[in-house]
Nanobody, 116 residues
Framework: QVHLVESGGGLVQTGESLTLSCVAS????????MGWYRQAPGKQRELVAS???????DYADFAKGRFTISRDSAKNTVYLQMNTLKPEDTAVYYC??????????WGQGIQVTVSS
């Protein structure tokens, strides 16, 4: 079993920054990809950003230029640096891991609230 624990969320004002962290632990088979998703009230969960084992990254259009995903492989940790936050970034953010067997794991989510 793999456990993902997110941290770093909270309440910020428009224009401020937050950095989310996600630590993976447990029976981790080689990690293929880690990513961040988010889900706002009444909306579907959507990809924010992802990073592969080769450190190839992918960003949603709304994240490009404002968010940066990074990974510390030695610590099984993925980060999401979020700058210039907007009220529409308010959501629960989820960490996701895909291993080389294509099994997916999810964290419990962490709230990010951006006040106007």
């Amino acid at each position: 079993q793999v456990h993902l624990v997110e941290s770093g969320g909270g309440l910020v004002q428009t224009g401020e920054s937050l950095t989310l962290s996600c630590v993976a632990s447990g029976s981790i088979v080689s990690i293929r990809r880690m990513g961040w998703y988010r889900q706002a009230p009444g909306k579907q969960r959507e990809l924010v950003a992802s990073i592969t084992s080769a450190r190839s990254t992918d960003y949603a259009d709304f994240a490009k230029g404002r968010f940066t995903i990074s990974r510390d492989s030695a610590k099984n940790t993925v980060y999401l640096q979020m700058n210039t936050l907007k009220p529409e970034d308010t959501a629960v953010y989820y960490c996701q891991l895909t291993n080389f067997r294509f099994i997916e794991y999810w964290g419990q989510g962490i709230q990010v609230t951006v006040s106007s």
